[in-house]
């Protein structure tokens, strides 16, 4: 079974300024995808972005960018030049071939930005 | 576009009583799923359907029944509710293309705040 640790329970950043989060996962299968999702106080879960095992490239969404180390297992999202709408918790995930039931999520961590 | 809508947003309940909790999504998904959310445990998958009439079971399906009997909605029902139950759930849904997962993405509805007293 796939397991996603995020390690970071609370973090904080200044506004304007770049924070990363970071996620590692354990799986013994080759080809799978990996997600950060965003929760707003209150409020729906939405996509932040989303990477392909067997892409190289590491994923970019406006200030949202993943460090990928397919190796060391590791998926770690920066948000740069962060602002007050950033604040949520924020989820690793990860899904295997086999379809949406093999989405495992990790604990969250939950990001403050600070004016 | 209203996407995935979830009812009631929160619910408190006796240990014992049954209840449904609503879940709608006008994307015309086939995938649709209930998560619970508990702190420290993040989301865990109750049930999950793939389409009308097909439902199968998750991580943590007991003392949870659903049903499929159209493409938008998939009720949650607990039977008789139990104070472990008290937990935030929440629906998601998602496209399938030819029966396997599309672009990997799925759609959550804001989430329904269950207390069982």
């Known amino acids: 079974a796939q397991t996603v640790t995020q390690s970071q329970p609370e973090m904080s950043v200044q506004e304007a300024e770049t924070v990363t989060l970071s996620c590692t996962y354990d799986?013994?299968?080759?080809?799978?995808?990996l997600f950060w999702y965003k929760q707003p106080p209150s409020r729906q879960m939405i996509l932040v972005i989303r990477?392909?095992?067997?892409?190289?490239q590491n994923a970019t969404e406006n200030r949202f960018s993943v460090n990928f180390q397919k190796a060391a297992k590791s998926f770690s999202l920066k948000i740069s030049d962060s602002q007050l709408g950033d604040t949520a918790m924020y989820f690793c995930?990860?899904?295997?071939?086999?379809?949406?039931?093999?989405?495992?999520f990790g604990i969250g961590t939950k990001l403050q930005v600070i004016p | 576009n209203a996407g995935v809508t979830q009812t009631p947003k929160f619910q408190v309940l006796k240990t014992g009583q049954s209840m449904t909790l609503q879940c709608a999504q006008d994307?015309?998904?086939?995938?649709m799923s209930w998560y619970r959310q508990d702190p420290g445990m993040g989301l865990r998958l109750i049930h999950y359907?793939?389409?009308?009439?097909?439902?199968d079971q998750g991580e943590v399906p007991n003392g949870y029944n659903v049903s499929r009997s159209t493409t938008e909605d998939f009720p949650l029902r607990l039977l008789s509710a139990a104070p472990s139950q008290t937990s935030v759930y929440f629906c998601?849904?998602?496209?399938?293309?030819?029966?396997?997962?599309?672009?990997?993405?799925?759609?959550f509805g804001e989430g329904s705040r269950l207390t069982v007293l």
């Open positions: 994307m015309n998904h086939e995938y």
């Open positions: 799986t013994s299968e080759n080809n799978y995808y």
């Open positions: 359907s793939v389409g009308a009439g097909i439902t």
């Open positions: 998601a849904s998602s496209y399938l293309a030819g029966g396997i997962a599309n672009t990997g993405e799925l759609f």
């Open positions: 995930a990860f899904m295997s071939p086999g379809g949406y039931q093999k989405v495992t």
């Open positions: 990477q392909e095992a067997y892409k190289q």
